[in-house]
């Protein structure tokens, strides 16, 4: 072939294939060697896809024009193992082929120019492995994990063979489900989801921050090339970073008097308080700050006995190893024990001012005395008769109780008082501090005597001015009430004076005491009427009563703290009934028209609803007073009565005639008649 043919024959293979460079190179030329040859996506990194893409840079400055791309891929014995030639040029090659077997490979790639010339090879190696490591296992502790220092994952190492890319190292993740990977592709594992990239010899790590509750770990080996075991690793992890709720029992909120049976009880929501051994579930008491009784599992109790305040701690361990208080003191209760009793004394005197006040102390050098519990008592001196309370009030550590002598049949009397201390504790004593028995005589205040009766100021002052010496004064004026009848009879409508003389046994007049004059009415009043007098200078009082029913009157002193109360003699007031009657004319004609008798009788609150019996009676001269008639008034007591004189025997005789209102139950007023009116017959 002569040069202006092959000339010719350059020329064209320009044309065929326009991508290859023509830089006006001599078209003889061999072309250079590929340059800068390396796997674009990572030099010498292991590949676990036969996804391998070479490129190279363009030839710098001219160049042969290139018509054609070979290469060729050699295992580790130099074989080859697959080649291609690609006739158009590009500047990189995608997906060489390589057998699916792991291995390190060789790629070779030339260029060749249009009249077929090879130029030098370049090479680049290729790492392929897509084999699996085969199951590593997560070794943990056994039993709870609590809240200690982070747990040490450690794990097994994959059994042989190994990819021949080796082990990166290893992935886990933390799930709340069983079956989990630990990656996001299905079977691959990049550096950054690799938690340990130790190679097969950094197998362990701590966990952090695990959640309380059940967990799964899930761990994986990662080859040089990505490729995590095709089975998942998994262990069941509990975490238990709570400690337990413990109760103490039987600690009495103040003071007992009896030893205590303390308790305390444990409880955990997770790992819980079962189990038995060294290191096992554990709760514990300790009194005072001594040795702490300690008893496996969830309760543990110790008897408190001595007298005094005892601090109780108590605390309790999980199964997790977690102890209820951490670091802080345990949580603790105080008991509080007083066995022996209060002591109890009356005062070592009565007070002048107030002897009827009785008070007695009571002490205790624990608990204290109980403000709210005590008694006082009292019977008749050496007697074996039973006690009677006195109504007793509890101030502090004194109990004051106020025994009513006058009530009292004279005599003389023994006390007792009980007190207790706030432990329960009870004591009692008959005797006052200084060691002497309480024995006190009714009655205790200075008897007095109240004289009373009716009459008032005109019948005490009468009596006074007669004489010179006011003890003689007060003898008579007393004479005159007990000569005195006593019940008094009164028409109705009239108020009645009372009165009466206040002094001591001895006939000392008391001035300025209040007596009470008390009115009981013999109707149905619920209430009774109460005035208070006060006395004079000389021991007299008196009142004047109101106008009103009958009814019983009483005069009572009812004493001070140092004078005995006093009554006089109860005496009656008897109230004659207020009746009116006339006649509706005084003559009559015998056989004509009826004389008409009408009339009222008094206090319309008393009659009753269905009005009030009349008796109607007449007498002639010379003879008693014979009922004629009973009528009934009216519920505000007026009455009317017609009566026909019809008897002609009646003709010139002159009758007197009256209402009379007799007694009857209920009544409040003595029988009493009208005034009479007279009538003639003719």
Same mark, same amino acid.
């Not at 982070?150 to 021949?164: E, F, N, S, V, W």
């Not at 933390?174 to 989990?180: E, I, T, Y």
């Given at each position: ?473 007060? $003898?008579? #004026? *007393?004479? +005159? ?9 009164? &028409?109705? /409508? %009239?108020? =009645? ?95 004509? $028209?009826? #004389? *008409?008798? +009408? ?9 009753? &609803?269905? /009005? %009030?019996? =009349? ?68």
């Amino acid at each position: 072939m002569t040069a202006r043919l092959l000339i010719l024959l350059a020329s064209l293979a320009l044309l065929v294939a326009p991508g290859l460079p023509a830089t006006g190179a001599a078209n003889g030329a061999a072309p250079a060697a590929p340059s800068n040859l390396r796997i674009i996506d990572g030099a010498d990194a292991w590949h676990a896809e036969n996804d391998f893409r070479l490129g190279w840079d363009e030839p710098p400055g001219p160049v042969a024009p290139i018509a054609a791309i070979h290469y060729r891929v050699r295992d580790e014995a130099g074989t080859v193992v697959s080649g291609t030639r690609i006739p158009w040029y590009t500047n990189r090659i995608d997906r060489p082929q390589l057998p699916p077997r792991p291995g390190h490979y060789t790629a070779e790639v030339w260029f060749e120019n249009a009249l077929g010339e090879p130029g030098p090879t370049a090479s680049a190696s290729l790492h392929f492995d897509d084999a699996s490591p085969s199951v590593v296992e997560p070794l943990l502790p056994a039993g709870w994990i609590g809240a200690g220092p982070a747990p040490l994952l450690r794990l097994t190492h994959p059994a042989a063979p190994l990819p021949i890319s080796g082990i990166r190292g290893y992935a886990v993740s933390l799930d709340p489900v069983p079956s989990a990977f630990p990656c996001q592709a299905p079977s691959r594992c990049s550096s950054a989801e690799t938690d340990l990239r130790g190679g097969v010899g950094g197998d362990s790590m701590q966990l952090e921050r695990l959640p309380e509750g059940t967990t799964y770990v899930h761990t994986v080996a990662v080859s040089g090339a990505g490729v995590a075991s095709a089975v998942v690793g998994t262990e069941l992890v509990r975490v238990d970073t709570t400690p337990p709720d413990v109760e103490l029992h039987g600690a009495p909120s103040g003071w007992v008097g009896h030893a205590v049976e303390v308790t305390a009880v444990a409880a955990d929501l997770r790992s819980g308080m079962g189990g038995s051994g060294s290191a096992g579930p554990v709760t514990a008491l300790s009194v005072d700050g001594a040795m702490p009784a300690v008893a496996s599992g969830h309760r543990a109790s110790t008897v408190v006995a001595a007298e005094g305040v005892h601090t109780v701690a108590y605390y309790a361990r999980d199964a997790a190893g977690n102890v209820s208080g951490g670091a802080s003191a345990p949580p603790s209760r105080l008991v509080r024990i007083d066995r022996s009793p209060p002591q109890v004394a009356f005062a070592a005197s009565l007070d002048p001012s107030d002897p009827e006040l009785l008070e007695a102390q009571v002490s205790d050098g624990l608990s204290a005395p109980d403000p709210s519990r005590g008694s006082i008592a009292i019977r008749p001196a050496r007697s074996h008769r039973q006690f009677s309370l006195l109504p007793t009030t509890v101030a502090g550590n004194r109990l004051l109780a106020r025994w009513d002598s006058d009530r009292y049949p004279p005599g003389s009397y023994e006390f007792r008082a009980i007190g207790y201390d706030s432990a329960g504790n009870v004591a009692s004593s008959q005797r006052r501090v200084n060691g002497t028995a309480l024995v006190l005589p009714a009655p205790l205040k200075a008897p007095t005597r109240l004289r009373a009766g009716f009459g008032g100021r005109q019948l005490v002052w009468h009596r006074c001015v007669k004489v010179e010496l006011q003890r003689q004064c007060r $003898r008579k #004026v *007393v004479e +005159s009430f007990e000569r005195r009848p006593a019940t008094r009879v009164v &028409p109705y /409508g %009239k108020g =009645v004076a009372v009165g009466g003389l206040l002094t001591t046994a001895a006939g000392i007049s008391l001035a300025g005491l209040p007596v009470q004059v008390i009115e009981t009415f013999d109707d149905s009043r619920p209430d009774r009427h109460v005035q208070t007098v006060e006395t004079a200078a000389d021991g007299s009082f008196f009142s004047r009563l109101a106008p009103g029913p009958s009814r019983r009157i009483e005069f009572v002193f009812a004493g001070t703290r140092t004078l005995a109360g006093a009554a006089g003699r109860v005496t009656g007031l008897a109230v004659q009934a207020g009746v009116r009657m006339r006649a509706s004319s005084s003559t009559a004609a015998i056989g004509g $028209r009826p #004389v *008409v008798f +009408s009339g009222t009788v008094e206090d319309g609150e008393a009659i009753p &609803p269905q /009005g %009030k019996a =009349v008796e109607l009676q007449f007498r002639l001269p010379g003879l008693p007073w014979t009922q004629f008639r009973t009528i009934q008034t009216d519920s505000r007591g007026r009455f009317r009565h017609p009566y026909r004189f019809s008897d002609d025997d009646s003709r010139g005789v002159r009758f007197h005639l009256r209402a009379f209102v007799p007694a009857e139950e209920g009544w409040p007023y003595e029988p009493a008649a009208s005034r009479p009116v007279t009538v003639t017959g003719r």
